[in-house]
């Protein structure tokens, strides 16, 4: 009886680990809270809140932009994320959202992030073909990002940390 209960405690564990949903607190273009729990949006990679680029000449604040795009999507509905792994900083990461809309996929559709597809674990249900066609769309119209000139994300926060002393 005891092994049954453990077993039951388990499966139960495990299934409200694999979703989250409820209104949602954007940390920054990739991530969200919901309930304090932090999830790191899958297949995506936004400008970190603080990085900034060209855009007509202009300094562009590229982080706040995907921030306040993400912010915009979300304030109103419930999201849900379904939890696909973990990130190298324990975060959640999951697939994000708000009704049949892929918050990570409008993120790329509107030029506000990179598609981030090499470090999804082998069992996954996203599109890594909507993803990259949607990059493709984004960087052929000049959508967001695609407009400015701005550093990737992984190697703005590469540079940012070589500085760090």
């Known amino acids: 009886m005891l092994v049954l209960f453990a077993a039951l405690v388990i499966v139960h ?4 680990a694999a979703v989250y949903s409820g209104r949602a607190r954007v940390i920054d273009g990739d991530t969200i809270s919901i309930r304090n729990q932090r999830i790191r949006i899958a297949a995506i990679d936004a400008c970190e809140r603080d990085q900034t680029g060209l855009k007509d000449g202009k300094l562009w604040r590229c982080g706040v932009a995907a921030r306040s795009y993400l912010g915009k999507n979300d304030r109103r ?5 379904d939890i696909i792994d973990h990130d190298q900083y324990r ?3 999951g697939q994000c959202f708000i009704g049949d809309v892929d918050i990570g996929l409008a993120m790329v559709k509107a030029g506000l992030a990179e598609a981030m597809l090499r470090y999804l674990p082998a069992t996954h249900s996203i599109s890594e073909v909507e993803h990259g066609q949607a990059e493709s769309r984004a960087r052929d119209g000049g959508f967001g990002m695609w407009s400015a000139e701005v550093e990737s994300p992984h190697e703005y926060r590469r540079s940012e940390s070589s500085r760090i002393p």
């Open 13 to 16: 564990g495990s299934a409200e």
């Open 77 to 81: 509905s419930a999201v849900r994320c």
């Open 91 to 93: 975060r959640l990461v």
